[in-house]
């Protein structure tokens, strides 16, 4: 193994130790969508080849079309779901926001009902940046970001993709 690859793995052990504990409802603590898991590795690829100097954005197939953009994290938590722009205002990561609420709202769900069963784990990608393209036209929509559910994803491509030495 290449000491830049000691050094990958190294970088990406520390990311998973600066994780904070899980948050999620007891109802969703062993639910895993290998899609959802499949699409977190391709997040990892791509900071690998970023750290290679490369800024490659996915090209998300969908039954709709193509979805092109960037990959972002779901933040920590709901008070992290604000970013600061550069003019010093903050602006709100929807599918952060998102996340964190319907974790909330499904702590209160089971609170009130104890038997609660979850029928499908509903993971979601955040994107930024989207350049949405619909099947069979030549029209492209443009999205500061869109939220998309993982089940939706049939497949996707990397553009913009550095050499590795």
Known sequence: MSNQQQDEQSQDKKKQKK???STLPK???KRLSLKWLTMQALEASIARLQAQGGQPRVTILTAFGQIEGELQDIRASYA?????EANGQYKP???SMVTH???ELLRTY????KQIEIVDTAPILSLRDVVLQSSGS???TKLPQLTLFADQVIGFALSDVPTVQ
């Not at 992290?80 to 600061?84: A, Q, T």
């Not at 089971?110 to 009902?113: G, M, N, T, Y």
């Open 101 to 103: 609420l319907r974790s």
């Open 138 to 140: 030549d029209l492209s």
């Open 110 to 113: 089971e609170e009130q009902e």
């Open 27 to 29: 109802a969703m603590e």
């Open 19 to 21: 994780k904070p504990p």
């Open 80 to 84: 992290e779901s604000f970013v600061e």
């Open 93 to 95: 990561d929807l599918a």
